[in-house]
Nanobody, 123 residues
Framework: QFNFVESGGGVVQPGGSLRLSCEVS????????IGWFRQAPGKDSEGVAC????????YYVDYVKGRFTISRDIAKNTVYLQMDNLKPEDTAHYYC????????????????WGKGTLVTVSS
């Protein structure tokens, strides 16, 4: 059974930073691609970032490139999302997700995901 425990969400001012964490169980980070997608209130889900199961290559969607950094610690079964220079439009529930393809996560169509953590960017 795939389990995800996300943490690190909260309220931050524009320009601020947050670090999300996701500890997984039931599978290993070198067996599935792992990443994040988000859903803002009243909007469709959209992909954020993904890290390859094979070699740890990171992939980002255009609207977070240069601001967000995804990383993983295989020994801890944990994936991280460092979010810098946050903008009000980054406000959303962020979901940790796993899939057999990178595109599945970046398209917010992953096979498995957690319950999410809320990020609010507001002054």
């Amino acid at each position: 059974q795939f389990n995800f425990v996300e943490s690190g969400g909260g309220v931050v001012q524009p320009g601020g930073s947050l670090r999300l964490s996701c500890e997984v169980s039931g599978f290993s980070l070198d067996s599935y691609h792992i990443g994040w997608f988000r859903q803002a209130p009243g909007k469709d889900s959209e992909g954020v970032a993904c890290i390859s199961k094979t070699d740890g290559t990171a992939y980002y969607v255009d609207y977070v490139k240069g601001r967000f950094t995804i990383s993983r610690d295989i020994a801890k079964n944990t994936v991280y999302l460092q979010m810098d220079n946050l903008k009000p439009e980054d406000t959303a529930h962020y979901y940790c997700a796993a899939d057999s393809t990178v595109s599945g996560i970046l398209a917010a169509r992953a096979d498995y995901w957690g319950k999410g953590t809320l990020v609010t960017v507001s002054s």
